[in-house]
């Protein structure tokens, strides 16, 4: 097993000699024909990619070394993360994952590094741009920007499409977004005969009011799409056995939406039914078409991935398992019979039946039961217990779950429903939903604010959405303020604003921020924000202690 400190400041610091490269030049109004079988959002969005401006330098910072080893321990703010290959390392020159296929040099472990567990947290993302000036391809101001207009025009490189260059005065300030919450922009078409109109209510970032960031024109037809930008912290790509195996896959559910009945596809690559989990919003049908057309946004490729490059792909990812291993005061995470670590997760089934239909209590994710007589004054012992405390709120600390649109108002379920964290966070090991289609609405983004959620956030667009006649939301009415519509900008349907998909557990003290908006700074943010949200009566005591189970998994 090698140890690697890939997170931490000395490495970054090691790491800090940056060769600058000019972007490539490529002719203007380059041709490029979105690949067959895209989904519908996708060729006005990777439109409005070639037309944002290009890094006008990219600084090589590294850190991703020669070889991902089959095992490999990663320093982070609590202890270790553990990163396990069953298969064997990976070289990572001979894997397109680690390759630059695009035009403003990101590859995909720009945003998705092992010792983020396959994401990438706001320490690294700060220091990064000190190390780089902003030009390390995770600033490309496609997406790493607030707005691409904002970055300073000699920061940038023309756009593919329109020849386009930033106009903005500081690059501190056009990358606020990432360098304090660590997300980055999400820019989707307005959904074609949607149920509710979209209104701008405020623009911080000024991409959803300037018109050439606010809509593309079909050069064929020269139809104007409304495209809205939001911002995302990037989804995790480890682990993912669990997100695309789901209750249905495994034909304990037929394969219907647990909501409208409606059917859902079959994965051609796995011959799994889709599980609709794999993005915040629900909207890539599998991790192939993912690659792709991440490569192609994020990356601004004008030609797709080749079926091979994405092949090695989606096998790393799939490949991987990623899990907290060692913490700094409770120890080994699989000492004295304990299940930490990625390898005891790498064995666990994904989406058992027991995870849903069982009486509360049931444990869910619980790696930690061989600690429950653990007893002892030592500071080790003492942070065992905790942990194990923390597990067993986590999982059978009852409390009311009420008004959540795409839980509460699914069929089976019902509203009010008394269960735990572990009901929503059913799936056996990862603490994802096993449930296909999951995606919950519990008011990140700020809509939700009359069930006790937070008001949206004033550093990000604030938007009116205004369903029409004979149109609701589930639980909010039919004027809605929020920060990201969510599902609703894919489906079209005020049933779905806000709704956005479970995300797995794993790794959590290697990745601050939380919640897709990055709203959470801490773990404890976030248990303040689920027990306000639910009114469950936290004691400090409990908060402590499921702080502490969270950054052990």
Not at 65 to 89: A, H, K, M, R
Not at 206 to 235: E, H, K, L
Not at 254 to 272: C, E, K, M, S
Request: aromatic fraction near 8%; include cysteine.
């Amino acid at each position: 097993m090698r140890v690697s400190a890939q997170n931490s400041a000395l490495q970054l610091t090691a790491l800090a000699m940056v060769l600058l490269l000019p972007v490539s030049s490529h002719s203007q109004q380059a041709a490029a024909t979105p690949p067959a079988n895209s989904p519908s959002w996708f060729p006005s969005t990777w439109r409005a990619a070639l037309s944002s401006p290009l890094p006008a330098i990219v600084g090589a910072l590294g850190g991703i070394g020669p070889v991902i080893p089959e095992n490999e321990l990663t320093l982070d703010p609590t202890g270790f993360l553990g990163t396990y290959q069953p298969s064997g390392p990976t070289v990572t020159a001979k894997n397109a994952f680690f390759q630059s296929l695009g035009t403003n040099g990101r590859t995909c472990a720009t945003c998705h590094q092992p010792g983020s567990a396959m994401g990438i947290s706001t320490n690294q993302i700060k220091l990064t741009y000190l190390l780089t000036g902003g030009t390390d391809p995770l600033f490309a101001p496609v997406d790493g920007a607030n707005c691409p207009n904002q970055v300073p025009a000699a920061n940038t490189g023309p756009s593919l499409y329109g020849g386009r260059r930033g106009t903005g005065a500081s690059m501190a300030a056009a990358h606020s977004l990432v360098l304090n919450r660590g997300v980055f922009r999400i820019f989707l078409p307005a959904p074609s005969n949607s149920e509710f109109t979209i209104s701008v209510v405020s623009d911080p970032t000024t991409c959803n009011t300037t018109p050439a960031y606010n809509s593309v024109v079909d050069p064929t037809t020269g139809a104007v799409t409304q495209i809205v930008s939001v911002f995302r912290r990037p989804r995790i790509s480890t682990n993912l056995s669990f997100v695309t195996n789901t209750l249905v896959s495994q034909g304990v559910l037929p394969p219907l939406d647990p909501i409208t009945g409606a059917a859902i596809p079959t994965d051609p690559y796995t011959g799994l039914v889709e599980s609709g989990n794999i993005m915040w919003d629900g909207r890539e049908p599998t991790l192939q078409s993912q690659a792709i057309d991440a490569t192609l946004n994020h990356s601004q490729a004008l030609t797709p991935p080749t079926a091979a490059q994405v092949a090695q792909m989606v096998q790393f990812e799939t490949g991987l398992y990623s899990a907290q291993s060692q913490d700094f005061l409770a120890g080994n995470l699989s000492a004295n019979g304990a299940l930490g670590g990625p390898a005891n997760l790498s064995i666990i089934p994904p989406a058992q039946q027991v995870s849903l239909f069982s009486a509360l209590g049931f444990p869910r994710i619980a790696p930690y039961d061989a600690w429950a007589s653990v007893t002892g004054s030592s500071s080790v012992a003492k942070q065992q217990e905790s942990i194990y405390r923390g597990q067993q709120i986590f999982n059978s600390r009852p409390f009311t779950i009420s008004n959540v649109s795409g839980f509460n108002n699914i069929p089976a379920l019902s509203n009010p429903l008394v269960s735990s964290c572990g009901q929503c966070h059913n799936q056996i090991g990862v603490g994802n939903d096993s449930f296909a289609n999951a995606q919950h609405d519990i008011g990140v983004g700020g809509q939700d604010r009359a069930l006790g959620g937070p008001a949206p956030s004033t550093d990000l667009p604030i938007f009116k959405l205004t369903c029409t006649a004979g149109h609701s939301t589930v639980y909010n009415g039919s004027v809605i303020l929020t920060n990201d519509p969510a599902l609703a900008l894919i489906t079209g349907k005020c049933a779905d604003i806000g709704r956005s998909t479970m995300p797995q557990l794993r790794g959590l003290a290697s990745r601050a921020p939380y919640f897709r908006d990055g709203s959470a700074k801490t773990l404890l943010d976030v248990v303040n924000f689920y027990n306000q949200r639910f009114n469950i009566g936290f004691s400090a005591q409990d908060k402590v202690d499921l702080v502490n189970f969270l950054n052990t998994l």
